[in-house]
């Protein structure tokens, strides 16, 4: 086994590395006290031609891999995790339903602005209640010639507020007893649709999180995404790529928050000495440590199995499921180690720790994704 990167993928970290750095970290502060949308970080990441990182050139996109896609949010999420998030989302989940399920023509017509940075990308799937069991979709949409009429409601979606047209799924009829699921591409400034954002969050402040309301909203059938009905396997499919994503972005929120505590514990003085020294929190950063590298190689495990066309179902829950919650414990740990200066502003470590919550629930929660773990290994 080589656990090597490329040379692609090094010019990828060092690239993002330098673009967080310099783009991304210092506003993040006050992108977060304020709630601002850092759109013109993604104005630039579209000049950079990272919009379309992982998919084909001649959808605009750069040709790179998984891995190369994780490399990037976890450099983003090492900064702001707000960046990483909406990155992550632009990326698994609004770009790759069209390029996983779309039409040449659907493609070149919603995919190569997605890639180019002209829009950002967003995916409707949530409801109000249909969240872990996202087949409880309630949303429907009904065949009237030509067109879809699509009437109902979903929450929770990033990005929405700053994308031209989403994929998102409902409810066209019942087959053998069971909701036959279908997905749409859906422009948002189509009449009878709604984008609502008001959400007070605990974390990721400078993210969009909306609220979608769709009141006979008709959609061409040219829009339909893939086959009638083969929308739950798609968001399911969808949902495996995504949860790279949280993965990556998980073990750059924990690989930032180390950062920070361990700096700090080299510079504070207790007692005399520089409170590194002591064992209790040296063993802390030890094991931050060793749990953020262990948690990075799983994600790039997963990313790796997807890029070889193989399955990564299991594997992307479990990079998923163990690097959020090492985000929540080291996060946890890095306020710790500051003390009361951990619990203000100014050390940023608060940040890092709100921001780390969103990672157990976002595209499945910890439970859902051990109740997936268990199916595959046959429970």
């Keep these: 086994m080589n656990y090597e990167l490329t040379s692609e993928q090094k010019m990828i970290r060092n690239l993002m590395r330098d673009f967080a ?20 970080i993604f104005e630039k990441m ?7 990182l992982p998919f084909p050139e001649e959808y605009g996109g750069a040709g790179a891999d998984t891995v190369s896609f994780a490399i990037a949010v976890e450099e983003l999420s090492r900064v702001c995790a707000s960046t990483g998030i909406t990155y992550s989302a632009h990326i ?18 919603y995919l190569v602005p997605l890639c180019e940075g ?54 066209t009829g019942n087959s053998q007893g069971k909701r036959e699921i279908t997905s749409f591409i859906v422009s948002t400034d189509q009449p009878g649709f709604r984008v609502i954002d008001n959400y007070e969050k605990l974390g990721l402040h400078s993210s969009n999180t909306t609220e979608l309301v769709l009141e006979n909203v008709r959609v061409p059938d040219e829009n339909r995404l893939g086959e009638i009905g083969r929308g ?33 514990a080299k510079e504070r003085t207790q007692f005399g000495q520089s409170i590194s020294k002591f064992q209790a929190v040296a063993h802390k950063l030890a094991d931050m440590h060793m749990k953020i590298e262990l948690a990075r190689t799983y994600v790039y495990k997963a990313a790796w199995l997807k890029d070889q066309g193989r399955k990564f179902t299991k594997e992307a829950s479990m990079c998923k499921l163990f690097a959020s919650e090492t985000a929540m ?3 946890t740990q890095a306020v710790q180690i500051l003390g009361g200066w951990g619990y203000m502003r100014d050390y940023k470590v608060e940040r890092f720790f709100r921001d780390a919550k969103l990672t157990e629930i976002g595209e499945g929660t910890s439970e859902i994704q051990r109740n997936i773990i268990a199916r595959e290994i046959g429970c």
């Design 21 to 40: 750095e310099g783009e991304v970290a210092p506003g993040a502060d006050e992108r977060d006290r304020t709630k601002r949308f850092p759109k013109e």
């Design 46 to 52: 579209g000049e950079l031609k990272l919009m379309g």
């Design 92 to 109: 698994s989940l609004g770009c790759a339903p069209l390029y996983l399920f779309g039409t040449e023509e659907q493609k070149q017509k």
């Design 118 to 171: 002209k829009t950002l990308g967003a995916f409707g799937l949530t409801e109000p209640n249909a969240g872990s069991d996202a087949g409880g979709t309630k949303t429907r949409a009904v065949k009237e010639g030509n067109e879809w009429i699509i009437n109902g409601s979903k929450c929770f979606i990033t990005n929405a507020s700053y994308a031209d047209f989403l994929a998102l799924t409902a409810v």
């Design 232 to 264: 739950f396997k798609q968001f399911l499919i969808t949902l495996d790529g995504g949860r790279i994503g949280i993965g990556a972005m998980a073990v750059g929120i924990a690989q930032g928050a180390y950062e920070l505590a361990l700096q700090y």
């Design 329 to 331: 414990w080291v996060t």
